[in-house]
């Protein structure tokens, strides 16, 4: 199965006439190197998601149309079986909020504005019993969650999580169509030598192991080219990223698991490109007798 | 499976021996086998005839009369269009193409234009059939030599094809073909470009390997080679068609056939 891999030099030869490398291996080095930028924007897009998702789970408003009843409210709200945490919003801070929407004449002292309560409930509280109660406590008040008003956040986050994987698999088909490209080409290029070698009674094994092992090392030389040169792009821009991330999201941008992924991508260019040459390279030779 | 070849049809007669007495088997079967290229006309037509195994044998024919394509039949680089090839007794007709690199692996082919690859050295070249074969370096290294000095060629080993003469290619092919003691050597105008007397140090060996048990078939025009090769069977080829196929016609004509051919 992997005879290729361990070409000897006689036959390594074979296929070698003299001439620099050619077009795959910078194209699969490009490929590699966007395939390893995007999938590392689309894995801290997915862990941005995650990171807003979890801290807005358990989170709520309460909106009071009355803030002079905030105080008597909070008390009444805090004492809610599976509320962890109820903190009223300033109203220093909530005028500054509304400022910034009406402008600076717009909110004046006889405007009232609402009173605003964060609450945060335990674990596995149910939300629907709290909601209801907040309502027996605080009539009229509006009792929403955070993570719906994140959702639109969330769902764009998501959508370009997807067009991300989507993007990486693109570019994954478009290096494979490279590679068939190239397989033929090399295939033509070398028809001689292997009208020769299918006379002389070489097998389509023995003839696939020499492109597939001359493409798998262009992939080789390409991925670790793209790849080494992703690393170093993720390592200038991952500081600012870092920081980012920590003020969108308060979480690093990428983990342990990612970097993995993200080392594993040219490592499956190169599976990729030694399968797509050896079926190229076996379909062209089935062609002839 | 490979299916067995019957020796039905026309072919079922006895072929003639090559001079050295006795009943030979037959090494190739042709049964009404004919060829034809695309939609045109066919190029050979109605191809019966055996050939013994150890036996030396000339195809000769006007240009264009379907030498090469005969040869091509012969080494497995063509699939007839009707009828059935038998070879070293066992019927290619429905072979899977996977099963053929075994049987070329048989035979030695010396191609008309050399056919050397051109980035390899003389050794790689006259080295190749026996690496496909899978031997090891050891194994290549002192029979290569050998057939390189063999063909006159030893202190050339490491010339690339393009720096050679046309007959030190011509040589080299040869090697190439021999190296792995075929069972059958194709030959396609082994000598249209070499002078007189490389032509016949090729014939002699030709001839040293039929000796060895080699059956040739040698496609040419040179009737001078012809002449020189007593033994030897004549198979012509005109129209498509091929006369003497039996091979009573000894070469040269009227002279009785001697040993060694």
């Excluded at chain 1, 490279?178 to 389509?204: E, Y």
């Excluded at chain 2, 006895?14 to 086998?33: C, M, R, W, Y």
């Excluded at chain 2, 194994?139 to 290569?144: F, K, Q, R, S």
């Amino acid at each position: 199965m992997f005879a290729w891999l361990t070409a000897s030099v006689p036959d390594r030869r074979l296929l070698s006439d003299g001439r620099l490398r050619g077009p795959t291996l910078y194209v699969i080095a490009i490929m590699t190197f966007a395939m390893i930028v995007v999938a590392a924007a689309g894995l801290a897009l997915s862990n941005a998601a995650g990171i807003v998702a979890r801290g807005v789970e358990s989170r709520y408003a309460i909106q009071l149309n009355d803030s002079a009843t905030s105080t008597r409210a909070v008390g009444a709200i805090r004492s809610i079986p599976g509320v962890a945490k109820a903190v009223p919003v300033p109203e220093a801070e909530m005028r500054e909020t509304l400022q910034r929407w009406l402008g600076p004449g717009g909110l004046g002292e006889e405007l009232p504005v609402p009173a605003l309560i964060n609450v945060e409930l335990a674990p596995n509280a149910d939300s629907a019993a709290i909601g209801r109660r907040v309502e027996q406590v605080a009539p009229g008040a509006r009792f929403v969650a955070h993570s719906q008003v994140v959702r639109p956040l969330l769902k764009s986050l998501r959508v370009l999580q997807w067009l991300a994987a989507a993007l990486v698999v693109l570019m994954a088909a478009a290096t494979s169509a490279v590679v068939v490209l190239a397989a033929r080409g090399a295939f033509d290029t070398h028809r001689s030598t292997i009208d020769v070698m299918h006379g002389l009674g070489a097998t389509d094994e023995q003839v696939t192991n020499l492109f597939q092992r001359k493409i798998a090392v262009d992939a080789l030389i390409g991925a670790a080219a793209g790849g080494l040169a992703a690393a170093l792009a993720l390592l200038v821009l991952g500081g600012s990223a870092s920081a980012l991330a920590g003020d969108l999201a308060g979480g690093p941008p990428l983990f342990g698991t990612d970097f993995l992924i993200l080392a594993l991508l040219p490592v499956g260019a190169v599976i990729l490109a030694a399968f797509v040459a050896r079926s190229a390279v076996l379909a062209a030779l089935r062609q002839s007798l | 499976m490979r299916r067995h070849w019957q020796g039905g049809g026309p072919c079922a007669r006895q072929v003639p021996g090559n001079g050295k007495g006795g009943a030979l088997t037959a090494i190739v079967e042709f049964d009404s086998v004919g060829l034809r290229y695309g939609t045109g006309a066919e190029v050979l037509r109605d191809l019966n005839f055996r050939l013994s195994k150890g036996a030396f044998y000339f195809l000769t024919g006007p240009s264009g009369a379907g030498k090469t394509s005969l040869l091509k039949l012969l080494y497995l680089a063509q699939r007839p269009t009707r009828g059935r090839i038998g070879l070293f007794g066992e019927e290619l007709g429905d072979m899977p193409r996977d099963a053929l690199p075994a049987f070329r692996r048989r035979i030695g082919v010396v191609f008309q234009d050399f056919r050397l690859i051109r980035h390899l050295s003389a050794f790689d070249n006259v080295a190749l059939p026996l690496r496909i074969a899978g031997k090891s370096e050891a194994e290549v290294e002192g029979p290569v030599r050998e057939m390189l000095a063999w063909v006159g060629l030893a202190d050339r080993a490491s010339a690339r094809p393009a720096t050679l003469s046309g007959g030190e290619q011509q040589r080299v092919a040869i090697a190439r073909a021999v190296i792995s003691q075929p069972e059958l050597l194709v030959a396609d105008e082994p000598t249209g470009n070499v002078d007189a007397d490389m032509a016949q140090r090729l014939l002699h060996l030709f001839t040293a390997l039929n000796r060895l048990g080699t059956t040739i078939v040698v496609a040419t025009h040179d009737l001078g080679l012809i002449a020189s090769a007593p033994g030897a069977q004549m198979m012509r080829l005109e129209g498509g068609i091929l006369s003497d196929p039996t091979g009573t016609l000894r070469n040269p004509p009227g002279r009785p056939a001697s040993g060694g051919g």
